[in-house]
């Protein structure tokens, strides 16, 4: 199962070509999807005005090798390891889905359009990665699902309880467990092989197909965002909120005399909240 390239067993009953097209279509759903998410949200004109805003107020200039290092440390932090996020299993969680993702979805794109036929082997690296990729993605999928999302870690409702919203997640799981069901039935010669097939091929096509009703274009909008919140620092205009103090400053502590009483782990008159873990089914 590990080592076999599924598509290329599949081209016995539907045509390479077939399949090809069925992957370039699943891009140009993306795409169109993306661009009408945009539209609807109005979320490229927010961030456009935005971005026009703060270089308005801007207190310096940011040439352009500092935009080079800032595009750097957003594709370090946010984007290749998620630094955002401050909870750890939120965050493990997301670069197993997000990994698993981009492999599953890289190699699957590998083996349709250079190894789908029997007569060109496919080199053994691809199907294992291909299967890595898919259980890397339904372990990061499945603990955020049942374990880590807002409403049932802190609300303490039910997991099963679905809206739109959980489109892109649900379909994302389906996407990789059937995947996963599919192959093993392949390998294993079952009757049910062209069912579960049929599931990772309906599954896989309202994840790319939904981008509209899902987060999917977050994806794409979420690293550009990062970048320019790091540019709203450089420049000093920070999104027209208030500066940003040393809290060490004796020249602060001389203009707000109580800081020095606030610091450290027991801070009077902060009440029992302070001491309260974090929410967990309030």
């Not at 016995?12 to 992957?23: E, F, G, H, L, R």
């Not at 299967?131 to 099963?160: C, K, N, P, Q, T």
């Amino acid at each position: 199962m590990f080592t076999s390239n599924p598509f290329s067993e599949l081209s016995a009953t539907i045509s390479p070509d077939i399949m090809q097209w069925y992957v370039i279509l699943m891009v140009l759903l993306v795409a169109g999807g993306t661009v009408l998410d945009m539209i609807h949200k109005k979320s490229a004109k927010y961030f456009f005005e935005n971005a026009k805003k703060a270089k308005a107020s801007a207190k310096r200039e940011v040439g352009g090798g500092e935009k080079v290092s800032l595009a750097v440390a957003t594709l370090a932090n946010e984007v290749l390891t998620s630094g955002e996020f401050c909870n750890p299993r939120r965050r493990i969680s997301h670069l197993l889905t997000m990994y698993g993702f981009i492999i599953f979805v890289v190699t699957t794109a590998i083996m349709i359009f250079g190894y789908a036929s029997p007569a060109t082997p496919t080199p053994a690296i691809l199907p294992q990665l291909w299967h890595i990729g898919a259980l890397m993605l339904a372990v990061g999928g499945y603990w955020f699902w049942f374990f880590i999302r807002v409403d049932v870690s802190a609300e303490g409702l039910s997991w099963f309880r679905v809206e739109r919203a959980d489109l892109f997640i649900l379909s994302l799981l389906a996407t990789a467990t059937f995947a996963l069901i599919w192959s093993y039935a392949q390998s294993k010669g079952a009757a049910s092989t062209t069912i579960f097939f049929a599931l990772f091929v309906l599954s896989s096509t309202v994840l790319f197909g939904g981008v509209l009703w899902s987060k999917f274009a977050h994806m794409f909008f979420k690293p550009a965002a990062a970048f320019q919140k790091r540019i709203t620092r450089a420049d000093g205009s920070k999104e027209n909120l208030p500066a940003e103090y040393d809290l060490t400053d004796p020249e602060l502590h001389k203009r707000f005399p109580d800081v020095p009483m606030y610091l450290g782990k027991n801070p009077p008159n902060m009440g029992l909240a302070i001491k309260a873990e974090r929410p967990n089914h309030y």
